[in-house]
């Protein structure tokens, strides 16, 4: 089934302010941005009854759906709550500073309407019981269009009256049509590892 590429608008997308998601819980270590109106075109049924993540995996469809625009994963993070951050390169402010930071690049997403979800690996597993729910999911918006993406994670040191926190990062560079994908899939962003 086509994924629905051809609805995404080409062209510049406008600048869009920068999006926060706070507390999201990264349920076995992973976290994803989503546009679920082209993931639902992908799949060609209700996500929500879907368990998404086996289906990606058993039959190799998750390649596709990263490399076509549909989802961009951070994949490895460390299990714990996160302060997600949607940004555009254009924003002028720099990044948060950050300390024991991974990355990874290459990544494509490509939005008709610029209605996103991020949501971690439970949200793809299954549907999420009422009391997971406000740590499963979080409806972001960005402005419609391609952007190529990399996925940042990182410790936030702790401030005056603020204790550290764990942030993970879409940059999001705005495209006039869909870029390439070049992200490696295998790389994972657990900024612990040895």
């Not at 086509?2 to 600048?15: E, K």
């Not at 819980?25 to 879907?50: E, M, Y």
């Not at 610029?114 to 009391?131: A, E, F, K, Q």
Request: charged share 15%; hydrophobic share 40%.
């Amino acid at each position: 089934m086509p994924d629905g590429s051809s609805l995404v608008p080409s062209g510049m997308p406008a600048f869009f302010a920068e999006q926060t998601v706070r507390g999201l819980f990264a349920a076995r270590n992973g976290l994803f941005l989503i546009d679920p109106a082209r993931l639902a075109h992908h799949v060609g049924g209700n996500i929500a009854d879907s368990r998404l993540l086996e289906s990606f995996t058993a039959h190799g469809r998750g390649v596709a759906v990263c490399s076509e625009g549909v989802m961009v994963p951070a994949f490895g993070v460390e299990a714990g709550y996160y302060t997600v951050l949607l940004r555009s390169t254009e924003t002028e402010d720099a990044l948060t500073p950050l300390t024991h930071i991974v990355y990874s690049t290459g990544f494509v997403l490509g939005t008709a309407t610029g209605d996103l979800v991020v949501c971690n690996t439970d949200h793809l597993s299954r549907s999420p019981s009422p009391s997971e729910h406000a740590n499963a999911e979080r409806p972001v918006h960005i402005s419609p269009g391609w952007y190529s993406a990399t996925v940042v994670a990182g410790i936030r040191e702790a401030e005056q009256n603020e204790e550290e926190g764990w942030v993970c990062a879409f940059l999001l560079d705005p495209q006039e049509a869909q870029p390439d994908f070049t992200a490696d899939l295998a790389k994972t962003l657990s900024f612990f590892a040895g």
